[in-house]
């Protein structure tokens, strides 16, 4: 299956992850949700959020976007940009720093936009209502810390088997385990998230958090 | 042709108006922000200065520091009263300052400078 996170490299292209009917394999801190897209379309690049005014060599507070939250069901692919001269760090949700090292948590400004003109290296994921938030720091007085994201939109839903392939692939895993009879939904559901966990059916894994932020302990 | 990964972000100072002449006088007309994530560093792109210096040509010296500590980043220009004086990026030596830039006029017989430059700030 094609598409996988952080894909444009050398372009100024930015491909959605998943196409229509294509398997979605979400991480959202200690989750796994596994979903089926049935709807995508773009967001041309807009003001997800404007931090207001700061002034010189302030850090701002940490302000959740609600903006780029989605709908139940929905998960957002952004890719985005400080317009105003200010470094600015991502957290995903606001207590997991996102893009984080161990000495040091990486900040993007306005000049990712010459340094990586595609932006795949901001890229992240929202899950439903799980909103990112950002962290300004101003080094000169700024009288706007605006913030531009662009992306996808995916609508998806659970994860049933759709094509001729999947429901083979769920037919035969019933088979393996010996279960007989009409398969429910529910158990079709279930065993193909089995399939796609152990990787016979093909997904897309996507993150949609920090990794763990303060819920993984790292040495 | 430049590369984009070694490119700053183009950024104004306000407008400074030098009314004392002197290196003890010297003057902020770029701060060098220290509030960045790494080390920042600004190298002067543009001057646009406007004499108030009634019937006089002055030298601006431009530079960092103020009174024994000033050092000049770039050679004084001249001021001409009642004429704008503006040097673009091809006509000035692209040096980098690590600190903030000052200015100040070398002497000034009446009136005063107004002082704006354009820096391209680069940060580590």
Same mark, same amino acid.
Not at chain 1, 14 to 19: F, G, L, R, W, Y
Not at chain 1, 117 to 140: C, H, K, Y
Not at chain 2, 101 to 121: H, K, M, R, Y
């Given at each position: 299956?094609?598409?996988?996170?952080?894909?444009?490299?050398?372009?100024?292209?930015?491909?959605?992850?998943?196409?229509?009917?294509?398997?979605?394999?979400?991480?959202?801190?200690?989750?796994?949700?596994?979903?089926?897209?049935?709807?995508?379309?773009?967001?041309?690049?807009?003001?997800?959020?404007?931090?207001?005014?700061?002034?010189?060599?302030?850090?701002?507070?940490?302000?959740?976007?609600?903006?780029?939250?989605?709908?139940?069901?929905?998960?957002?692919?952004?890719?985005?940009?400080?317009?105003?001269?200010?470094?600015?760090?991502?957290?995903?949700?606001?207590?997991?720093?996102?893009?984080?090292?161990?000495?040091?948590?990486?900040?993007?400004?306005?000049?990712?936009?010459?340094?990586?003109?595609?932006?795949?290296?901001?890229?992240?994921?929202?899950?439903?209502?799980?909103?990112?938030?950002?962290? %300004?720091?101003?080094?000169? #007085?700024?009288?706007? +810390?605006?913030?531009? &994201?662009? *992306?996808?939109?995916?609508? =998806?839903? @659970?994860?049933?088997?759709?094509?001729?392939?999947?429901?083979?692939?769920?037919?035969?895993?019933?088979?393996?385990?010996?279960?007989?009879?009409?398969?429910?939904?529910?158990?079709?559901?279930?065993?193909?998230?089995?399939?796609? %966990?152990?990787?016979?059916? #093909?997904?897309?894994? +996507?993150?949609?958090? &920090?990794? *763990?932020?303060?819920?993984? =302990?790292? @040495? | 042709?430049?590369?984009?990964?070694?490119?700053?972000?183009?950024?104004?100072?306000?407008?400074?108006?030098?009314?004392?002449?002197?290196?003890?006088?010297?003057?902020?007309?770029?701060?060098?922000?220290?509030?960045?994530?790494?080390?920042?560093?600004?190298?002067?792109?543009?001057?646009?200065?406007?004499?108030?210096?009634?019937?006089?040509?002055?030298?601006?010296?431009?530079?960092?520091?103020?009174?024994?500590?000033?050092?000049?980043?770039?050679?004084?220009?001249?001021?001409?009263?009642?004429?704008?004086?503006?040097?673009?990026?091809?006509?000035?030596?692209?040096?980098?300052?690590?600190?903030?830039?000052?200015?100040?006029?070398?002497?000034?017989?009446?009136?005063?400078?107004?002082?704006?430059?354009?820096?391209?700030?680069?940060?580590?």
């Amino acid at each position: 299956m094609e598409g996988y996170p952080f894909k444009s490299i050398n372009s100024l292209d930015m491909e959605p992850v998943a196409s229509m009917y294509h398997n979605i394999t979400i991480h959202y801190i200690r989750q796994t949700i596994y979903r089926k897209v049935i709807f995508t379309e773009p967001i041309a690049p807009f003001q997800c959020i404007d931090l207001g005014a700061l002034g010189v060599g302030a850090t701002g507070a940490l302000t959740n976007i609600p903006n780029l939250e989605m709908y139940d069901g929905e998960l957002g692919q952004w890719r985005w940009y400080p317009l105003d001269n200010a470094q600015v760090r991502l957290y995903l949700p606001s207590t997991g720093s996102k893009q984080d090292l161990k000495n040091i948590q990486p900040p993007i400004d306005p000049t990712i936009v010459s340094t990586n003109p595609s932006l795949n290296m901001t890229e992240f994921f929202v899950w439903q209502d799980n909103r990112p938030a950002v962290q %300004a720091i101003a080094g000169l #007085a700024l009288n706007a +810390v605006r913030i531009i &994201a662009k *992306g996808y939109r995916f609508m =998806t839903l @659970a994860l049933y088997p759709h094509t001729w392939e999947e429901k083979q692939m769920v037919k035969r895993l019933a088979s393996e385990k010996g279960m007989t009879g009409k398969l429910t939904l529910s158990q079709e559901k279930d065993l193909m998230e089995e399939l796609v %966990a152990e990787r016979r059916v #093909a997904s897309v894994d +996507v993150w949609a958090s &920090a990794l *763990g932020g303060s819920s993984v =302990t790292r @040495a | 042709m430049t590369n984009a990964l070694l490119e700053g972000r183009r950024v104004p100072g306000p407008v400074v108006n030098l009314a004392l002449a002197a290196a003890a006088n010297a003057t902020a007309i770029y701060t060098r922000p220290t509030a960045y994530v790494g080390t920042t560093s600004a190298i002067l792109r543009k001057i646009l200065v406007r004499a108030n210096a009634v019937g006089a040509a002055v030298w601006l010296q431009i530079g960092t520091g103020v009174a024994g500590a000033f050092a000049n980043l770039i050679p004084p220009v001249r001021v001409m009263d009642n004429l704008d004086g503006e040097w673009q990026e091809v006509e000035l030596p692209a040096v980098e300052a690590f600190a903030t830039i000052t200015a100040f006029p070398t002497t000034l017989p009446a009136g005063s400078l107004d002082v704006q430059i354009e820096v391209e700030e680069r940060r580590g």
